[in-house]
């Protein structure tokens, strides 16, 4: 018999003669499992039902190990329980049940709690698991969904199943490309896009596009290894061998910023929620990733002022990074500044060096040393200027000071490391003996030489105001912009003097240029004096080692300015955020020849993917360097193929002008034989359409136009 709805029902049986009204039909009992075709009214509904219900399993978990009470102390525990699990999520309403035995009315020492996403609920039994309330009462936690696989446990013990070894997705498979270009991503519009830069063919090319790939913006990992995005429920890294898979995703609701640490081990996420009493400050969530696991090292929770100290940055009055990492590229310490202290930890155990903090009274700011766990903060006047300003410079994990530098009538402290770590620059701006202006200097710490000499530079003009320092990357130059706009000077020095005496000295100063922002090449020799914002994105591409201008230029309105890894490439763009035209990028070489230029509306974000630090030697890049004419070769050939192909594709492209010209030129002589019967009746029978053949012949029309008179004066009148 087929399925049959009530309506088909009722008319059989009024051709029955049955009256429906007058049966009972709840009491109509059917065989198990049978309708007898009869479809439920309910039946959409309760398919909606299961499908929540399988749906909220995932979102469910059970928290065993709780305090067994009696029904007096229901509420108490209740709340404790609630006060523990709603920090991490949002518990649905009516989402904690604590079971209850119905003969002694005591709870049975767990309970049940439903969040809103499965996502909340694996971080609440990722972070509660192993929860010690007290002694006696220790979290076991785990997802519903798992004790449907922990029933399917067999009775007796079998050996796994040995399966072969398959080797993973080689991630960083980009860096082989043949032709050693490097990528980049961009935001625009609903769309990320990563593409080669390809400069040879002045072009991008396409590898990668997603729309909604990210709610707010895109991060490269330190070495390249991963792209981060940033969603609702918490980020996520892709990566792969020939395209971008997600690999990893992070449980964090309403995460805003993240950070990872150099060697890319592990993900820093921020997020910061409204206080539902208005008088309260944001409340600050940090969650510490495992980068390869997912799984939370250590969070951080607390109100936005506890994370408000020093730094640059940020939201919510928050610095960003919270954290800051030390000891290069191993990932071994991280540390915030609090109030009259610097937590620092270490990722063993990611607890306190030492189990506390290190003491340093009112100190505003600190910088690890790039490559080594030295780390630098500063401590301001105090008691009126009777306890001077310093600079002192820590060993960690052993906390020895290792060089500290007193300072008198300071007004503030900047703190700028060398990229290998050789050299620190501290900019002390300090208050005249009137304290009603300030002047600036530099204190210069040779780091990796014996007992860490300092250095005092002072510019020529000491009341110069300071707009912009930059170190050489990898290298013993710094330099600054100094002056006044809208014309600064820019001066160059070098921490090794011509005799190598171990001072610094001056190498040049280029007077009244439209600069506010440095950008180096990362490879050294190369600068770009920048004039952003108000000075229209002027551009002047400079030469350090032979102290020469290579190009001037301009990209009219450029808000960011970024070098590719190499130092082959520059990309400076125009960000929808700050200007609503003319919105892309260019791409220049790295002597200033425009390559090409991408406009792209609303466009949000430019980003070239990092490398990760050569393998080979200092010695090795040295003798590279000097035998460069050997190795060219290979590339100077593949350059040559290109302007080739380049050139081939230039005249095909006029051969095929040539020949549209040609076909046009055609066309246009068919229609005008075609049309010679229709010129010689116009022409009064005369047939040729050759200018010589007529005879021109001038006439001269003279036509009077107007004729007036005017009498001036009377005969005999004056």
Request: glycine share 6%; hydrophobic share 35%; net charge negative.
């Amino acid at each position: 018999m087929g399925e049959i709805s009530l309506n088909e029902l009722e008319a059989r049986a009024d051709a029955a003669g049955i009256d429906l009204s007058q049966i009972d039909l709840d009491s109509i009992q059917l065989p198990p499992g049978d309708d007898f075709g009869i479809i439920s009214d309910d039946e959409d509904v309760y398919q909606e039902e299961q499908m929540d219900f399988d749906y909220g399993l995932g979102n469910t978990i059970v928290v065993d190990n709780l305090p067994v009470v009696p029904k007096e102390k229901f509420d108490k525990l209740e709340g404790v329980v609630r006060k523990i699990y709603s920090q991490i999520g949002v518990i649905k309403e009516d989402g904690l049940w604590m079971p209850v035995d119905p003969d002694t009315h005591k709870t049975l020492g767990y309970c049940f709690i439903e969040y809103n996403t499965p996502q909340e609920a694996e971080l609440a039994k990722e972070k509660t698991n192993g929860y010690k309330l007290d002694r006696a009462h220790i979290f076991a936690v785990n997802m519903i969904e798992d004790f449907n696989r922990f029933m399917k446990v067999p009775d007796e013990w079998a050996p796994p199943e040995i399966r072969p070894y398959v080797p993973g997705e080689n991630l960083q498979n980009w860096l082989t490309d043949e032709k050693a270009r490097d990528q980049f991503v961009i935001r625009a519009g609903s769309d990320t896009e990563v593409f080669w830069n390809d400069a040879r063919h002045l072009k991008p090319d396409p590898v990668y596009k997603r729309a909604y790939w990210t709610e707010s913006f895109v991060q490269w990992s330190p070495i390249g290894t991963y792209l981060a995005t940033v969603h609702r429920q918490g980020a996520a890294v892709w990566g792969g061998a020939s395209t971008f898979n997600r690999l990893m995703r992070y449980a964090h609701p309403q995460v805003k910023l993240i950070d990872f640490s150099p060697g890319e081990k592990y993900l820093v996420t921020y997020s910061s929620h409204e206080p539902s009493n208005p008088r309260d400050a944001n409340r600050v969530v940090i969650n510490i990733f495992d980068v390869r696991t997912g799984k939370v090292m250590r969070d951080f929770k607390g109100s936005a002022d506890e994370f408000a100290i020093g730094g640059t940055g940020g939201v919510a009055g928050v610095s960003w990074p919270v954290f800051k990492w030390g000891g290069g590229k191993d990932d071994k310490y991280f540390a915030k500044i609090g109030k009259n202290m610097i937590s620092v930890y270490e990722t063993e155990s990611f607890s306190l060096v030492d189990k506390k903090s290190l003491k340093a009274e009112s100190v505003v700011d600190f910088s690890w040393s790039p490559t080594d766990p030295i780390l630098a903060f500063f401590v301001p006047e105090l008691g009126g200027g009777n306890q001077p300003a310093r600079v002192s410079l820590i060993q960690i994990p052993s906390k020895e000071e290792l060089r500290q530098k007193n300072l008198f009538s300071v007004s503030d402290c900047k703190l700028y490391w060398q990229s290998n770590g050789d050299y620190l620059a501290v900019k002390v701006d300090r208050y005249t003996k009137t304290k009603k202006s300030t002047y600036t200097g530099f204190e210069l710490f040779r780091i990796k030489e014996r007992d860490i000499p300092i250095e005092v530079l002072e510019l020529d003009n000491k009341n110069d105001k300071i707009i912009a320092f930059a170190w050489e990357p990898k290298g013993h130059r710094f330099a600054v912009i100094h002056g006044d706009s809208p014309r600064p000077d820019v001066s160059f020095y070098s921490m090794r003097s011509t005799h190598n005496t171990g001072r610094v000295s001056k190498l040049t100063t280029l007077k009244g240029k439209q600069a506010n922002a440095l950008f180096w090449s990362p490879s050294g020799r190369y600068i770009i004096l920048a004039g952003l914002k108000g000075f229209n994105g002027q551009l002047e591409f400079y030469n350090v080692d032979e102290l020469e201008t290579m190009a001037t230029a301009e990209h009219f309105t450029a808000t960011d300015i970024e070098w590719d890894p190499t130092g082959r490439y520059v990309a400076t763009s125009v960000t929808s955020v700050h200007h609503e035209m003319e919105n892309g990028f260019n791409i220049w070489s790295f002597n200033g020849k425009l390559l090409y230029r991408i406009l792209k509306d609303h466009f949000f974000q430019f980003l070239w993917r990092p490398r990760p630090p050569s393998f080979l030697s200092p010695e090795k890049e040295e003798e590279i360097a000097k035998n460069l004419k050997k190795y060219s070769k290979k590339y100077e050939a593949e350059d040559q193929d290109v302007s080739l192909l380049l050139s081939e594709q230039d005249r095909e492209k006029r051969r095929m002008l040539k020949d549209e010209w040609e076909k046009w030129v055609s066309e246009w002589k068919r229609l005008h034989e075609e049309e010679k019967l229709l010129r010689l009746m116009l022409r009064d029978g005369e047939a040729s359409d050759e200018e010589e053949e007529y005879e021109a012949k001038e006439v001269e029309v003279e036509e009077l136009l107007d004729v007036s008179e005017e009498v001036l004066f009377e005969f005999g009148q004056e």
